[in-house]
Antibody, heavy 123, light 107 residues
Framework: EVQLVESGGGLVQPGRSLRLSCAASGFTFDNYAMHWVRQAPGRGLEWVSGISWNSASIGYADSVKGRFTISRDNAKNSLYLQMNSLRAEDTALYYC????????????????WGQGTLVTVSS | DIQMTQSPSSLSASVGDRVTITCRASQTISSYLNWYQQKPGKAPKLLIYAAFSLQSGVPSRFSGSGSGTDFTLTISSLQPEDFATYYCQQSYSTPPTFGQGTKVDIK
């Protein structure tokens, strides 16, 4: 059974940093691209960042480019999101999601999601 | 970025109704269109990928159609567990973008 468990969220002041983690199990982690998607309270879904199976290809939404860094550790079956210079508008539930493409391809078909970790940016 | 526009934003329907939700892309995306279902307090769930392919385990009352810029999600006979918010998402280019969502509630 595929499981994605996010952690690391919390209350943080504007301008500070936070690191999110996602522990994956139930599939061959290093075969798949992975993504972070966020959802502000009462709002829709926004893709934040994605990373290929081997970390060679990385993408970011314009809203976080230059402030957030995605990474992965295939030996630990883990995905990370380093968030710096946080703003109030970054307040959201952050989901880790698995890409449905196999054999290293990236399809943006997000076939499994974690339950999310809440990040609140406020003074 | 490609903009995705869903209609309606919300609808009320009864169990057994046929429900149709539309999604329009701001430019052609071929068949690179996914549909997700999200229930309150839960993570989104992939229903349809590549415009019309049913994700494993998803009931056959869900179907998708369309290509280019105009797409449709159809629920052939609405069940109590289908009351949720539905999102389309283009997977044609980076960044992948979502529609604003369509909330389906009980009439």
């Amino acid at each position: 059974e595929v499981q994605l468990v996010e952690s690391g969220g919390g209350l943080v002041q504007p301008g500070r940093s936070l690191r999110l983690s996602c522990a994956a199990s139930g599939f061959t982690f290093d075969n798949y691209a992975m993504h972070w998607v966020r959802q502000a309270p009462g709002r829709g879904l926004e893709w934040v960042s994605g990373i290929s199976w081997n970390s060679a290809s990385i993408g970011y939404a314009d809203s976080v480019k230059g402030r957030f860094t995605i990474s992965r550790d295939n030996a630990k079956n883990s995905l990370y999101l380093q968030m710096n210079s946080l703003r109030a508008e970054d307040t959201a539930l952050y989901y880790c999601a698995k890409d449905g493409g196999g054999s290293g391809s990236r399809t943006y078909n997000l076939d499994y999601w974690g339950q999310g970790t809440l990040v609140t940016v406020s003074s | 970025d490609i903009q995705m526009t869903q209609s309606p934003s919300s609808l009320s329907a009864s169990v057994g109704d046929r429900v149709t939700i539309t999604c329009r892309a701001s430019q052609t995306i071929s068949s690179y269109l996914n549909w997700y279902q999200q229930k309150p307090g839960k993570a989104p769930k992939l229903l349809i990928y590549a415009a019309f392919s049913l994700q494993s385990g998803v009931p056959s009352r869900f179907s998708g159609s369309g290509s280019g810029t105009d797409f449709t999600l159809t629920i052939s006979s609405l069940q109590p567990e289908d009351f949720a918010t539905y999102y389309c998402q283009q997977s044609y280019s980076t960044p992948p973008t979502f529609g604003q969502g369509t909330k389906v509630d009980i009439k």
